[in-house]
Antibody
Framework: QVQLVESGGGVVQPGRSLRLSCVASGFTFSTYAMHWVRQAPGKGLEWVAVISYDGTNEHYVDSVKGRFTIFRDNSKNTLYLQMNSLRAEDTAVYYC????????????WGQGTLVTVS | DFVMTQSPDSLAVSLGERATINCKSS????????????LAWFQHKPGHPPKLLIYWASTRESGVPDRFSGSGSGTDFTLTISSLQAEDVAVYYC????????FGQGTKVEIK
């Protein structure tokens, strides 16, 4: 069965860095584009970033451009989000989600990992 | 950039009654090459990841009860829960996936 498991969240001071990981299983990871989506406390869902199946293309929401980097290691079935220059407003639960081939829907999601910038 | 606007922000519906949520996109999400609307609906409950309900504006995801339905095209869309059940209490989001992703602000559905 498809599984996405995030890790790497925690409490970090403003201006510091953190790297999130998302380990995928149950599907051919290297053929799927992958996304990060976050939810700040008491707020709605916000899309953060996407990376193509082969890692050659990335897009980011404006608020994280130049600070966050999405990348992947297909040999390890792992998606990453490198977060630098963290701000209080980056505090959120971060979810990884896959984009299905053909339909482009985000069908499977991880359980999320909490990042607190304080 | 896409802006997705949902209405209302919250609604309270009696058990067994109909709930209707609207979503308006600042740009069309209808892709001309395949004539499909790149619009999805998600259900989100506290402590859980979002759950995909509807994609391509009106296609129900596998396993989703048929009381959930989606309609609309271009820039205006609707999610309908035909007969509200207790387990449907959640926040519902529309999402455009025409280009990257953008979510609406969410609609909280409660029992009256």
């Amino acid at each position: 069965q498809v599984q996405l498991v995030e890790s790497g969240g925690g409490v970090v001071q403003p201006g510091r860095s953190l790297r999130l990981s998302c380990v995928a299983s149950g599907f051919t990871f290297s053929t799927y584009a992958m996304h990060w989506v976050r939810q700040a406390p008491g707020k709605g869902l916000e899309w953060v970033a996407v990376i193509s199946y082969d890692g050659t293309n990335e897009h980011y929401v404006d608020s994280v451009k130049g600070r966050f980097t999405i990348f992947r290691d297909n040999s390890k079935n792992t998606l990453y989000l490198q977060m630098n220059s963290l701000r209080a407003e980056d505090t959120a639960v971060y979810y990884c989600t896959r984009e299905t081939i053909g339909t482009a829907k985000n069908d499977y999601w991880g359980q999320g990992t909490l990042v607190t910038v304080s | 950039d896409f802006v997705m606007t949902q209405s209302p922000d919250s609604l309270a519906v009696s058990l067994g009654e109909r709930a209707t949520i609207n979503c308006k996109s600042s740009q069309s999400v209808l892709y001309s090459s395949d004539n499909k609307n790149y619009l999805a609906w998600f259900q989100h409950k506290p402590g859980h990841p979002p759950k995909l309900l509807i994609y391509w504006a009106s296609t129900r995801e596998s396993g989703v009860p048929d009381r959930f339905s989606g309609s609309g095209s271009g820039t205006d869309f609707t999610l309908t829960i035909s007969s509200l059940q207790a387990e449907d209490v959640a926040v519902y989001y529309c999402q455009q996936y025409y280009f990257t992703r953008t979510f609406g602000q969410g609609t909280k559905v409660e029992i009256k």
